[in-house]
Antibody, heavy 119, light 107 residues
């Protein structure tokens, strides 16, 4: 069974940093593109970033480019999002998602981890 | 960025009704459009990929169609368990973008 489990969320002050992790199991992690998607409270879905199988290609939405580098460790079957210079508007549930076939279709999601940016 | 305009933002229907949600892309995205269902407190679930194709295990009452930059998601006969918010998402260009969502309620 495919499982994605996010961790690392919590309360952080504006300007602070946080690293999110996503532990994958039940599939060959190194064979898939992976993405981060977030959802602010009561709002819609926003795609943030993705990374290819070997980490050589990364794409970002402008709002997080340069602040939230995405990375992966295939040996650990883990995906990461390093969040820096956090703002109140970054408050959201953060999901990791597997891009299946076609690439760009999120066919597996984690349960999400809540990040709250507040003083 | 490609804007996805989804409508309606909310709708109410009765069990057994046919329900339709539309999504319009701000430019040509070919068939690169997916539909997701999200129930309260849960992660989204992929229902339709490439505009038309039903994800494995998804009931056949769900379907998708496309005409140019206009995409339609249909539930042929609404069931109580279909109460959720539905999102379209394009993946023709980065950044991937979602529609604003359509919240479906039972009358």
């Amino acid at each position: 069974e495919v499982q994605l489990v996010e961790s690392g969320g919590g309360l952080v002050q504006p300007g602070g940093s946080l690293r999110l992790s996503c532990a994958a199991s039940g599939f060959t992690f190194s064979s898939y593109w992976m993405s981060w998607v977030r959802q602010a409270p009561g709002k819609g879905l926003e795609w943030l970033a993705n990374i290819n199988q070997d980490g050589s290609e990364k794409y970002y939405v402008d709002s997080v480019k340069g602040r939230f580098p995405i990375s992966r460790d295939n040996a650990k079957s883990s995906l990461y999002l390093q969040m820096k210079s956090l703002r109140a508007e970054d408050t959201a549930v953060y999901y990791c998602a597997r891009e299946g076939w076609p690439r760009g279709a999120f066919n597996s999601w984690g349960q999400g981890t809540l990040v709250t940016v507040s003083s | 960025d490609i804007q996805m305009t989804q409508s309606p933002s909310s709708l109410s229907a009765s069990v057994g009704d046919r329900v339709t949600i539309t999504c319009q892309a701000s430019q040509d995205i070919s068939k690169y459009l997916n539909w997701y269902q999200q129930k309260p407190g849960k992660a989204p679930k992929l229902l339709i990929y490439d505009a038309y194709n039903l994800e494995t295990g998804v009931p056949s009452r769900f379907s998708g169609s496309a005409s140019g930059t206009d995409f339609t998601f249909t539930i042929s006969s609404l069931q109580p368990e279909d109460i959720a918010t539905y999102y379209c998402q394009q993946y023709d260009n980065f950044p991937y973008t979602f529609g604003q969502g359509s919240k479906l309620e039972i009358k």
